[in-house]
């Protein structure tokens, strides 16, 4: 058998390898329009730090967050101990290494990030499909919840909860879940009060579909994208939250590093150690900073008309 | 007064009543509001006398009821640490959250609304990206790092203004700046994408094709329209501020509400907590209400709808 042209070869292996979906070349689409805006990119590549480096942390940490030594305390940033061993940003009141408690801190910050945008994400978009959908006095009922929700000062009624039930992660994580669904209900809202009245959602009501099938399989999908933007850019204010809550000393506790906690030790030696507060309020601002551009470069990807 | 603010001054009343609720409940979280009104070491005798004293063995319907009818009248109870009528305490302590909140939000207005304008109209130019840049960063920087780093500058390094404590002007300086940054930075990213949207109208051209010099084309024209949705926020960045407060007074020692909150908590003096929490909400819902009246005159056609 006679080699074959070159050509047809070429056709051959693009033949084999399977034809992308269009699901698939969407999204590829979708990455390559993220990394062409430069600003997304970096947000994408701080977030993507930031994750790796909270999952990876006793790999990237250069000393145990909970090692104390006293005779170490309060040493500037590179400063090197006796087996030559050098910390980067220096060491806390208690010896501690600051870069390790960062470290090591980022995993608090994103794993109360992660939980409560997805508790108050799924809350809201339940109150969102349901305010929408259905309208009327549902609708009235809800949006009168979400304005008292509004109505309070979100920092003064989540230390005043977590008071009375008592600092822990899973209460930070549940007080801040909890209560931070209205964003997202409200942007749902408003994508299903425009789903609703589209041909396919009343052709399958029409059909008899039942409200539940309609809003499983025609409304729920339509609202993802959306939605996905709102969660992104939570996660930076849930972020933000958890670090002020850890300030006041109603975060998770000590010895446990976490950012605030760290940034409420190092105020109190800001006149003689100045590193102490800076660095972990430079990690949250970095993150913070990360996570909002990701979201805007997200958004004015999928859907540049949303405002959030 | 119009169909429309008739239906949102009874939103408000609602609202209100949502308030008193959640206020009433944060002491109930627990299921037993008499051990957590006592200290820690009272006996289990004490705790049962202090319930029945208190009515907490009575229904929660009724004892909301009991709750409603002080609130109404201002009146949440003593403190528990000063002996005094919790409410009482934190209303001496408004003065000067109020003040504090008022410079935060002028600060606010007076960078935002011209960094906006100005970003807007040199759209890609210079200026605009240091104003973006700016604001992006005062939105990702948390209260309580920035308060502390300008108290590391101006007062520790510098020993140019004080870092606590309330007096005159330059106490006012640092906690003002601290507490309005992130909602200059909010409105200045709204008021250059609200700009944007109405210098590119219809009106705007024609205006300037009809040879309107570009000074009146910008404050008449587009900002006039523009304004709508920097009022609206102004309503709701005043829960920002009010919430903010509780950070920023904590670091700057200021003797007002959101401090007085976070030293009550500790002391578990709950009557106080109730107290601040309810005002602070009220606060809140009394002004957005005042913005929807403001909106109507701002916005013709919203009083038709």
Redesign the interface.
Known sequence: MAALPPSVASEAVALATPPRSAAEREWVTLLRRLVRRRTALFGAIVVLGVLLAAALAPLVAPFDPLEQDIGQRLKEPGWQDAQGRVHPLGTDHLGRDILSRIVFGARIALVVGLAAVLISGVLGMLIGLLAGYFGGRVDDFLMRLADIQLAFPFILLAIAVIGVLGPSLRNIIIVIGVSSWVVYARVVRGEVLSIREREYVQAAIALGSQNWRVLRHHVLPNTFTPWLVVATLDMARVIVIESALSFLGLGVQPPTPTWGGMLADGRVYLSTAWWLATFPGLAILITVLGINLFGDGLRDTLDPRLKV | MTAYLRRRLW?SL???F??SV?VFL??H??GDPAA?LLPPDATAEDIAKFRTAMGFDDPVAVQYLRFLKGAVRGDFGESLRHGEPAMGLVLERLPATFELAGAGLLIALGLAIPAGIVSAVRRNTSVDYVSTVVA??G???????LG??L??VFS?RLNWLPSSGRGGLEHLILPAITLGLFTTARITRLTRSGMLEVLSQDYVRTARAKGVAEPPVVWKHALKNASIPIVTIVG?EL??L??????TE??FAWPGV?RL??QA??N?D?PV??S??FL???T??IVNFLVDVVYTYLDPRIRFR
Do not use: D, K, N
Request: no cysteine.
């Open positions: 939103q609602l609202v209100l949502g308030v959640v944060i002491l979280l627990t957590l992006l960063l939105q990702a920087m948390p209260t309580f790092w502390i780093m108290i590391l520790v709701i829960g920002t009010l919430g903010g407060s509780v950070i904590t670091i959101g909150s976070v908590i500790f578990r709950y907590v109730q601040a929490v602070l909400a009220s809140f819902v």
